[in-house]
C-alpha cells in the first residue's frame, strides 16, 4: 500500500500548516520492530533515528509533501510532548485516509518502485510459504529541504 504525501499535505488544515511548517521530527526506526517505539523507553544511542523537516519540498518536483510516518516519526523537536503526540497522530490519520492509497494487488513478475520523498509503503501480512523478495535501492539523496 502506497499514500500520496504531496496530496496528504494538499489536503491539510491551514491551522495544521502553520504548527507544522518550519519545524523538524525526530524519526526512529528499529528494524526488528513493527510498532511504534516508545520514547521513554529507548535509548537513542542504540538506535538508528535522524531529524527530518515535517514538511519537505521535493528536489525534483517543487511539490511541499509530508515526511512523517505512523511508524517511524517519534516527536516533533521542540514541541510539548503531547501537542507533538496529538498532531503526529492527525497526520497520520490524515495520510493514511483510505482516500489517499494505492494498493497494490499482486502477480507474478510485478515490479513495483515509488518516490520516497512523495509517498510512505506498508504492507499487509502474507503467507510465510509464499516468497517475497523486496531490495532497496538508492539512486540519488541529498539533504532534506523543508
Partial sequence: MFANMYRAYDRLPNRLKEKINGRNVLQV???KRVERLDPAKINLAEILHHEHPIVITH???GRKALFVS??????IVGMDRQESED?????ADLSEDPSN???????VGDL???DNLASIH???DFPREEPRLMRRLVVMGQKLVG
Fill in 101 to 107: 492509497i494505492y494498493e497494490h494487488r499482486w502477480g
Fill in 122 to 124: 506498508a504492507r499487509k
Fill in 70 to 75: 505512523r511508524l517511524i516519526s517519534m516527536s
Fill in 87 to 91: 498532531i503526529l497522530l492527525e497526520l
Fill in 112 to 114: 513495483v518502485i515509488w
Fill in 59 to 61: 528536489p525534483r518536483t
Fill in 29 to 31: 526506526h528499529d528494524y
